[in-house]
């Protein structure tokens, strides 16, 4: 068991708030664990906080009871529970060992051994703790230069975590996409390639935020071509071919760290099948369909037509689709300044209404949002310049000259 920890660090801000300390000291004996820890190691902005205790899930919950902490039983069956603190959450996991693992699930034991519980961690860097005193503890021995030399290494075999649960091979490339150095180490690449037909018994959910957070890494490129190459992407379900140039271009010109945009990028086609495959939300899969099949006008049309676009997409969906245009392999040099004007253009809003129509005399229904698109394709044509008084004139103009049988 390890005895003492492997040096000590200045206490990070976030452990250092008034509500961790209340935490803690209903707590007792408890440490941070996982992502926060190796973050603070490595200077990097601190997401989610995962605390690590031998307290069992039951003991927590009576300690939280008495010091008022509201919880959520989010994953009492693995052992943990989340504390909702004022300023922020705390996932609170008793110490365990996996007693039994099929590929998906794991049957666990609950420990006090904070050895046991390093053992069942995914990958080194993952197996570090942090206490309250600011005392970093590595279990394993190796964490800590493995995180400061960008090894993304399993915990023992490779081939046996792997094989324990499918998932640890798209947190891999996850993980290698934001701490690995490259190149990526051959036989970890290997136990991976070997092991990924389990990936299709992975849920779209599991896989989804585990491929989003890789494409979320300031340079997600190096650790994707490897997951393509690797067959990893075909194995998932998601379809070929992947653009990986246009990804590449993409980044050159996009300085968000969007997700879906740059998903979007990688597909020439199979939207239908990648939303299935990934469950992905109807307001996801709407923007991926948009991002995927729609354009915007080329660049030296006009800006009557940009404006056109802008307000028929939206401001959001013309940035997107401008950024594509150019991954796609539109010139770059003028995207700076559509980018601007679609930020800055204020959208006009479209001066008449239904009910406009209804006084002009029709009756209600299709035809009435049929006649209202007419005289707004005509009011976005002329530059959004004609106002209320004569859109309502073109409006009596387009119902004059109706087939009255039509
Ligand atoms: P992030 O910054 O993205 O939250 P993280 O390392 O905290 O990174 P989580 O997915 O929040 O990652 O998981 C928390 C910790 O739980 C990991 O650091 C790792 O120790 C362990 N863990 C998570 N998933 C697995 C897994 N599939 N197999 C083994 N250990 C895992
Ligand atoms: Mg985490």
């Given at each position: 068991?390890?005895?003492?920890?492997?040096?000590?660090?200045?206490?990070?801000?976030?452990l250092?708030?008034?509500?961790?300390?209340?935490?803690?000291?209903?707590?007792?004996?408890?440490?941070?664990?996982?992502?926060?820890?190796?973050?603070?190691?490595?200077?990097?902005?601190?997401?989610?906080?995962?605390?690590?205790?031998?307290?069992t899930?039951d003991?927590?919950?009576?300690?939280?009871?008495?010091?008022?902490?509201?919880?959520?039983?989010?994953?009492?069956?693995?052992?943990?529970v989340?504390?909702?603190?004022?300023?922020?959450?705390?996932?609170?996991?008793?110490?365990?060992?996996?007693?039994?693992?099929?590929?998906?699930?794991?049957?666990?034991?609950?420990t006090?051994?904070?050895?046991?519980?390093?053992?069942?961690?995914?990958?080194?860097?993952?197996?570090?703790?942090?206490?309250?005193?600011?005392?970093?503890w590595?279990?394993?021995?190796?964490?800590?230069?493995?995180?400061?030399?960008?090894?993304?290494?399993?915990?023992?075999?490779?081939?046996?975590?792997?094989?324990?649960?499918?998932?640890?091979?798209?947190?891999?490339?996850?993980?290698?996409?934001?701490?690995?150095?490259?190149?990526?180490?051959?036989?970890?690449?290997?136990?991976?390639?070997?092991?990924?037909?389990?990936?299709?018994?992975?849920?779209?959910?599991?896989?989804?935020?585990?491929?989003?957070?890789?494409?979320?890494?300031?340079?997600?490129?190096?650790?994707?071509?490897?997951?393509?190459?690797?067959?990893?992407?075909?194995?998932?379900?998601?379809?070929?071919?992947?653009a990986?140039?246009?990804?590449?271009?993409?980044?050159?010109?996009?300085?968000?760290?969007?997700?879906?945009?740059?998903?979007?990028?990688?597909?020439?086609?199979?939207?239908?099948?990648?939303?299935?495959?990934?469950?992905?939300?109807?307001e996801?899969?709407?923007?991926?369909?948009?991002?995927?099949?729609?354009?915007?006008?080329?660049?030296?049309?006009?800006?009557?037509?940009h404006?056109?676009?802008?307000?028929?997409?939206?401001?959001?969906?013309?940035?997107?689709?401008?950024?594509?245009?150019?991954?796609?392999?539109?010139?770059?040099?003028?995207?700076?300044?559509?980018?601007?004007?679609?930020?800055?253009?204020?959208?006009?809003?479209?001066?008449?209404?239904?009910?406009?129509?209804?006084?002009?005399?029709?009756?209600?229904?299709?035809?009435?949002?049929?006649?209202?698109?007419?005289?707004?394709?005509?009011?976005?044509?002329?530059?959004?310049?004609?106002?209320?008084?004569?859109?309502?004139?073109?409006?009596?103009?387009?119902?004059?000259?109706?087939?009255?049988?039509?």
């Open positions: 068991m390890t005895q003492t920890p492997a040096r000590r660090i200045p206490i990070p801000p976030w250092a708030s008034t509500s961790i300390a209340r935490l803690l000291d209903l707590l007792g004996d408890a440490r941070f664990v996982g992502g926060a820890v190796r973050d603070t190691l490595l200077g990097r902005d601190v997401g989610d906080l995962d605390l690590a205790t031998p307290l899930p003991a927590v919950m009576s300690r939280l009871e008495a010091g008022n902490i509201r919880m959520v039983p989010t994953g009492l069956s693995h052992g943990t989340t504390a909702v603190l004022e300023d922020r959450s705390v996932e609170i996991t008793t110490l365990r060992r996996d007693v039994e693992t099929d590929g998906r699930h794991a049957v666990v034991a609950f006090d051994d904070w050895d046991e519980d390093a053992a069942r961690r995914d990958f080194t860097m993952n197996a570090l703790y942090l206490d309250r005193a600011g005392d970093l590595d279990p394993l021995g190796t964490g800590i230069d493995d995180a400061q030399a960008g090894r993304v290494r399993f915990v023992g075999d490779a081939a046996a975590r792997i094989e324990e649960d499918a998932l640890r091979i798209l947190r891999f490339y996850r993980f290698q996409a934001h701490y690995g150095a490259v190149p990526i180490e051959r036989e970890t690449r290997l136990a991976c390639c070997r092991r990924a037909g389990a990936l299709g018994r992975l849920s779209g959910e599991r896989i989804r935020a585990e491929l989003f957070k890789l494409l979320e890494a300031e340079n997600p490129l190096p650790s994707l071509t490897a997951l393509v190459e690797d067959a990893i992407w075909r194995k998932i379900g998601l379809p070929e071919p992947v990986l140039n246009r990804l590449v271009r993409l980044l050159r010109h996009d300085p968000g760290r969007d997700a879906l945009r740059r998903f979007a990028s990688l597909l020439k086609d199979g939207v239908t099948e990648t939303v299935m495959r990934l469950r992905l939300s109807n996801e899969a709407e923007r991926l369909h948009a991002l995927v099949s729609w354009t915007i006008p080329e660049w030296n049309v006009g800006a009557v037509a404006r056109r676009a802008i307000y028929e997409y939206g401001r959001r969906y013309y940035r997107d689709l401008a950024l594509l245009a150019v991954a796609r392999g539109r010139d770059p040099a003028p995207l700076a300044d559509h980018l601007s004007g679609a930020a800055s253009w204020p959208i006009p809003t479209f001066p008449i209404r239904g009910r406009d129509l209804i006084t002009l005399g029709l009756t209600p229904g299709p035809v009435v949002s049929d006649t209202l698109r007419l005289v707004e394709t005509w009011w976005a044509e002329g530059d959004f310049s004609a106002d209320r008084d004569a859109c309502l004139a073109q409006a009596r103009r387009i119902l004059a000259n109706r087939d009255p049988t039509g």
